[in-house]
């Protein structure tokens, strides 16, 4: 489960930013995951919970921000918003699209003390 390594990976950045910030607990992580990350938030909320255990974020709440799908369309010159990475423009139907939101995978907040 690729989620189990994620949340290995963020449980590292906590503690160097632990380190390098100079606090000794996590109380909240709020994460930004895009729908086209091909993260499981279910699997994220488990895999954090068993991670975090008996660390500094142990108890720590989970924040979870989808955000939206835009993509760039090509022949409108403007943003739009998509559901799915192949989806067409819901203005002209032209498939010209190019994603510029929805991959994103980033700790957003950290409240800490
Ligand atoms: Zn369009």
Do not use: Y
Not at 35 to 43: F, H, I, K, M
Not at 76 to 91: A, G, L, Q, Y
Not at 92 to 110: A, D, F, M, N, P
Request: net charge negative.
């Amino acid at each position: 489960m690729h989620e189990m390594s994620l949340c290995e990976s963020i449980l590292g950045i906590l503690k160097d930013q632990a380190v390098s910030q100079q606090f000794s607990k996590v109380d909240r992580v709020c994460l930004e995951v895009g729908p086209l990350s091909g993260v499981e938030t279910e699997a994220l909320r488990f895999g954090f919970d068993v991670v975090t255990r008996g660390s500094l974020a142990d108890g720590a709440r989970l924040d979870i921000i989808e955000p939206q799908v835009a993509a760039w369309c090509l022949p409108c010159e403007k943003t739009v918003s998509i559901n799915e990475r192949f989806d067409p423009c819901p203005e002209c139907g032209s498939h010209q699209l190019q994603v510029t939101s929805g991959e994103e995978l980033r700790i957003k907040e950290l409240e800490v003390s």
